[in-house]
């Protein structure tokens, strides 16, 4: 069964950081699910409408049973996704995966965007272990679940126990015939045996009764051809590296020295396709008037900046000052 999970706000009525130097924590709860065997795809749009110089942009994943009253921290997450900036050393795409009570990073470096505009992130974790991560639509990287975490796959320790496993039995089922016979412990050497003529005397092997539930065959101490066979319950209970049982809440938790970011337009789905028509008609529909709203807003800006250079001019003219220095203005980018 597919699941697909929508928490949409539209362009201007997304979240947004209000205050400077703060944390922030909130979360929404749904239908909880299980994405094994599953494609998942989480997918959202973040802009640092402010100039942000030290802040987190990223969403977390969380299980079910998360205290949503009590978010912090602290609070257990599966997969934590999305742009980090802190200063001129730290602007990065973070994507961290919760895997055997530990949280594992990407080792591979992935810059994040630095500007002003709204941006579509998305992250797809496939059951094959493979994974992708884009940024406005475009591939920026990609690869191996186990090799870019530094993890090995419960699949894989699974094969490696069965073929294990294939091993011993082929070494039992070659002691099959001796395990079931013992040495007749009463047994002594014939009075007319010649050890240099016959070679060394050995007590002759006795076959083993069948053996009987209760009951232990006459003459035997230890059942030695039974062997208890412990199973490994480890693997039954774990999932893999790209699996997570319990999925109930998104959410964010965070922390900003400097405030404005918009987050928006989040996606939980199974199917790329989905969440790539999702990112055309939300992220796509909207960037072109984003930036030309930007433009317009820069002239006007500009213009005001020229009418209160040229007024100054004036006053200083009048004023009979000597001394006048223009002022050249220019819109600040990150």
């Not at 496939?126 to 475009?138: H, S």
């Not at 199974?270 to 939300?282: I, L, M, P, V």
Request: net charge negative; glycine share 6%.
């Amino acid at each position: 069964m597919s699941f697909l999970i929508l928490h949409e706000c539209f362009l201007f009525e997304g979240l947004q950081t209000t205050q400077n130097g703060r944390f922030y924590a909130i979360s929404a709860r749904f239908k909880p699910f299980s994405n094994k065997g599953k494609t998942l795809v989480i997918q959202y749009t973040v802009k640092h409408e402010q100039k942000m110089d030290c802040g987190g942009g990223y969403i977390k994943v969380f299980p079910a049973d998360v205290d949503q009253k009590n978010l912090n921290g602290k609070s257990q997450y599966y997969i934590m996704f999305g742009p980090d900036i802190c200063g001129f050393d730290i602007k990065q795409v973070h994507v961290i995966l919760h895997f055997k009570n530990q949280y594992h990073s990407n080792k591979k470096p992935i810059r994040c965007k630095v500007d002003g505009f709204t941006h579509l992130y998305t992250l797809i974790l496939r059951p094959d272990l493979t994974y992708e991560v884009k940024i406005d639509g475009q591939a920026i990287e990609s690869g191996s679940i186990e090799y870019d975490w530094n993890l090995t796959s419960l699949k894989k320790m699974e094969k490696s126990l069965a073929e294990s496993k294939d091993r011993e039995q082929g070494r039992e089922d070659k002691l099959q015939d001796w395990e079931k016979h013992f040495l007749d412990a009463g047994a002594s050497k014939p009075s007319d045996w010649n050890s240099e003529l016959d070679g060394d005397w050995q007590a002759p092997m006795l076959q083993k009764p069948p053996y009987q539930d209760g009951l232990k065959p006459e003459g035997i101490e230890k059942d030695v051809w039974l062997h208890q066979k412990m199973k490994n319950t480890n693997y039954l209970t774990e999932y893999d590296l790209s699996e997570f049982e319990n999925i109930g809440a998104i959410g964010l938790e965070l922390w900003q020295v400097r405030s404005g970011t918009i987050f928006d337009n989040f996606l939980i789905t199974d199917d790329e396709e989905y969440a790539e028509n999702f990112g055309k008609a939300t992220w796509v529909e909207t960037k072109g008037p984003e930036r030309e709203m930007d433009d317009v807003q820069a002239k006007e800006e500009l213009k005001r900046a020229r009418e209160e250079d040229e007024e100054e001019l004036l006053m200083d003219k009048f004023d009979g000052n000597e001394n006048v220095f223009k002022r050249f203005h220019r819109r600040n980018e990150l």
